[in-house]
């Protein structure tokens, strides 16, 4: 796609209830990142993947925290038994490969709120 | 502690003015420094990226800066636009994570007519 797409744009749900966030990224990158943004907060690392891999999951900050990559492409976020400090913006980036200087590009993120 | 500080937090200029930020950081082994601009509600958009041989970076009104042995980048905004109000994120990456990027907290625009 011309951009990386995100679903939903918001969700609101109550607490205890699972979650699943998708990311699309650019078509052709094959590095794709998930990061969490807190009100007034700045970005925070989850998980960063490369092709379906996930060298690096060492960001999510608990096990109720997973995702997932399949095809190369769409990957999926998902949060178990979603608890209120979960609220925040989940934004999904992507790159060329995720070589060093490459632009990574953002997108609209996924904004969660745990009622 | 955050390895990448940001200021002023928030500022507030008159449209057609200038104003520069400012980051330093501590993250080492340093890879490259990015600038981003994320309006309210959005996600972050690249301004400009720059290497450890890079000491300038511009992008139309937007010009980056890099002092690697100081470890402070600046960006100056030229000549702002009402559309120029937005959060601008200063990113650093070590040369080992490089997908591990560091953020800041951010510096809040707000342009004024």
């Known amino acids: 796609g011309a951009g990386v797409s995100q679903s939903p744009s918001n969700k609101v749900t109550e607490k205890g209830k699972d979650v699943e966030l998708r990311c699309d990224p650019i078509?052709?990158?094959?590095?794709l990142y998930w990061y969490r943004q807190s009100l007034g907060q700045g970005l925070e690392f989850l998980i960063y993947?490369?092709?379906?891999?996930?060298?690096?999951k060492s960001g999510l900050p608990s096990d109720r925290f997973s995702a997932e990559r399949t095809g190369g492409s769409v990957s999926t976020l998902t949060i178990q038994r979603t608890q209120q400090e979960d609220s925040a913006v989940y934004l999904c980036?992507?790159?060329?490969?995720?070589?060093?200087?490459?632009?990574?590009?953002f997108g609209e993120g996924s904004w969660l709120t745990v009622v | 502690k955050n390895q990448v500080e940001q200021s002023p937090q928030s500022l507030i200029i008159l449209e057609g003015k200038n104003c520069t930020l400012q980051c330093n950081y501590t993250v080492s082994p340093f890879s490259n420094l990015r600038w981003y601009k994320q309006d309210t509600g959005r996600g972050p958009v690249s301004l400009t990226i720059?290497?450890?041989?890079?000491n300038t970076k511009s992008n139309g009104r937007y010009t980056a800066t890099l002092d690697a042995d100081t470890k402070q980048s600046s960006l100056h905004i030229t000549a702002s636009q009402l559309s120029d109000s937005a959060s601008y994120i200063c990113v650093v990456s070590a040369s080992s994570v490089d997908y591990k990027l560091s953020f800041g907290a951010g510096t809040t625009v707000t342009v004024r007519a």
């Open positions: 993947f490369q092709g379906n891999s996930a060298p690096d």
């Open positions: 078509s052709g990158h094959t590095a």
């Open positions: 720059m290497t450890f041989s890079e």
């Open positions: 980036a992507s790159s060329f490969r995720g070589l060093s200087g490459n632009t990574i590009y």
